[in-house]
């Protein structure tokens, strides 16, 4: 009988029994549950990805089960000798292991009959093919495989069932706990269950997670086969002890080489990891929190690497290859060395970027490149010869790398329909002082479907030549980097708050910008915010651009204010939908990120850890009054004041509350951990009802808006103290504390 043939007795063995039945369909029914009760930032997430995710958990589980029990089958009904001794031991455990890989395949082609059209109609006019196989195909099956692989070379490498159960217990266990190791910075690598993907995007590509995922899947292979080959060569042999099993099975020389192969394989795929770099951790000195989520930094100017030169005048010429994910690029600069002397020029360029042809007035040299910085910056220096003025060509390319010292998300990069590069990613920056009338201009070549947006000048739509589009940029004065975004977006112009204001947001997402009527919800926010506080702080313009759900959040620099695809959907995401606007989605949510370039981004309402003051108190507060006089106070009664009043009954009724001295008697983590959990408490729902009693003491909404008028004009740029609220608004600490 050949081999094949063997294989598919050995498929048609397992599948005539009950039990793999059994695990199937247990693994289906939960992944079905998983998939009705999702929930998610996204319609991607809700109905396919945290599905799959979930399923992926579980599945796990049951496959270790089903996996441990057939290699346990033969010893346990005491037939191990007569197949042994009938067959070859070697191969039959290949084909046991094969053979339930398939029937985790077949598995998963069952749940995706389910799945797939479920999928369809839940995400409708948002569904991507590629996301769904990368949920179900990419991280669910592998999950199965590499439980199969696991589970089966633990049995083989000790011969105990219970063992081998308690380690892939561990193993899962471990891959799902890793999520809240912030501090020790797990590598996304070691994820082999769940993954650390997350926040897939509706409206764009989500190539850098499923880049994220591909290693991901490559590595644990990896490893799997290399412990499972490590259990096939520990395979015990009749009448004999585990190292003379060893022996007789390492006579096979492919089993060692393939478990070197495969572990030299996973120590190389580790180590040459390519999405993200070896940046050094920030340093967080001087760096605060406004409770938002945005943190700033208590600014000073900088000092530069090389104060004795100055750039005058830049320009470059870039072309990026979004199909190609890479760029190339040859930027030039002129500048003036103050002292005559020979000089070190310092220049700074994304790591996954390189150097070549550089030129110093006319001649060749060389760049050295030297340690990594911070936040994915490499050092480079260029040594120049004594001269009064330079002028220098560097050309440049390479792919995007990412700083792995932070959460390990990927945000810069290159795809196919949407690319962001940094500053120091759009061209080299040079680490010298910079004219305050240097020049800045290029041309950028860019596939003809993407339109860029520039965080520090204005682009100039050209000619269309071979699919490529040309686009002419002008900088700012006395800048010399920009970083950029391009994608298929539409615009929307409009004034509001004496500002041009352009909204920018992608294509895929015009019916939702409609349904919820965005411009005129944006300028009427922006306008009544304006009017009760004060302008903001941008020049005439202002671009608000939509990022996709994977960056989670915001940020503004420039005359930019950025926010993710979640401000703009008309809906939260069933069946967990919360009424509180700072849990679900849509215009509550874009209001409240409008409200917060007042509070958290012009000023800096700064969390203290005592009250319960932050940006995130007078943001809802701001955003309350607003919705107040758009829908009516009954709508802000049930939305806002009633969920407040939850918040603050929860708070106050908690038996750590009430009780704190027995916070004294557990551990200093575990009563960190027990404390966090009302952060949010005090934060969202308690500040703002302390600011709703304010605002009753000094005699309404219009007295009290008065006030924060002057804390904010009184404040601009800097950060605010619950002192300074107080100060500014005459309240009494204890006049607005709640009972």
Known sequence: ????????????????????????????????????????????????????????????????????????????????????????????????????????????????????????????????????????????????VFAVLLASGIYMLTKRIEAAFLIMSGLILLSITLESMFTLNPSYLFYWVQTSAGNFSDLITNQFQIDMLLWNRVFCLLISIGIWALGLCSFRRYGSGFLGSFFVNCRRVWIPVLIVTAFSLSGISYVFEPIFDDSKPMDFS???????????????????????????????????????????????????NTTDKIQTLPVQINTGLTLSEVKVNGREVKAVQGETGELSTANWSIELPAAEEYEIVIGYSGRMRNDNTILQRVEYGIADGYVWLPSDGFSPSLDINVSNDSSFSGM???????????????????????GKTEWRFAGNTGSQNTSIFAAEYMTQSFEAGGLNIELKYFRKHHKSITDMDA??????????????????????????????????????????????????????????????????????????????????LATMPMQDGTSSWSAEGITCYSTYCFMKQYFGEEYVNERYVRVWQQGLNTYQNAFYIQHPEYLGKLSEEEASNIMASFVNMSLYDIMPLMMLKGEEILGGTEAFQIKLSQLYLTHLGEPITYDDFLTVTGLAKEAIELE
């Open 519 to 600: 411009v005129n919800v944006i300028k009427g926010a922006i306008d009544y915010f304006t009017m009760a506080y004060g302008p903001l702080i941008y020049d005439k313009n202002l671009t608000m651009l939509e990022l996709p759900a994977y960056v989670s959040g915001g940020f503004a620099t420039g005359n930019m204010s950025a926010m993710d695809e979640t401000n703009f959907n008309a809906e939260g995401y069933l069946p967990t939908e919360s009424l509180s606007p700072d849990q679900g989605g849509g215009i509550d949510v874009l209001i409240h990120e409008i409200a917060h370039q007042w509070w958290g």
């Open 286 to 336: 001087g760096i605060i929190s406004s409770g938002t989520g945005i943190v700033t930094s208590m600014y000073s100017e900088p000092e530069v690497g090389n104060p004795e030169l100055t750039l005058s005048n830049k320009t470059f010429d870039l072309v990026i290859n979004a199909k190609g994910r890479t760029l190339s690029g040859v930027s030039k600069y002129k500048l003036k």
């Open 1 to 144: 009988m050949n081999p094949i043939t063997k294989f598919f007795y050995e498929v048609q063995r397992i599948l005539s029994e009950r039990l793999t039945w059994l695990i199937m369909a247990l693994t289906a029914a939960g992944a079905m549950w998983f998939s009705l009760n999702g929930t998610g930032r996204t319609a991607s997430d809700a109905f396919i990805v945290n599905a799959a995710k979930s399923s992926a958990f579980l599945g796990a589980f049951f496959f270790t089960i089903l996996s441990l029990l057939q290699f346990h089958r033969d010893y346990k009904n005491n037939t191990d000798v007569i197949i042994l001794t009938s067959t070859d031991p070697v191969h039959h455990q290949i084909r046991k292991t094969l053979a339930l890989i398939c029937t985790a395949v077949i598995t998963t082609l069952l749940i995706s009959l389910f799945a797939l059209p479920y999928g369809m109609v839940k995400t409708g006019y948002y569904f991507q093919a590629a996301t769904f196989l990368t949920a179900w195909f990419l991280i669910f099956l592998w999950t199965l």
């Open 444 to 466: 950028l070549s860019l596939d003809n479907n993407l339109e860029p947006v520039f965080a520090k000048g204005k682009g100039e739509k050209g000619t269309t030549v071979n």
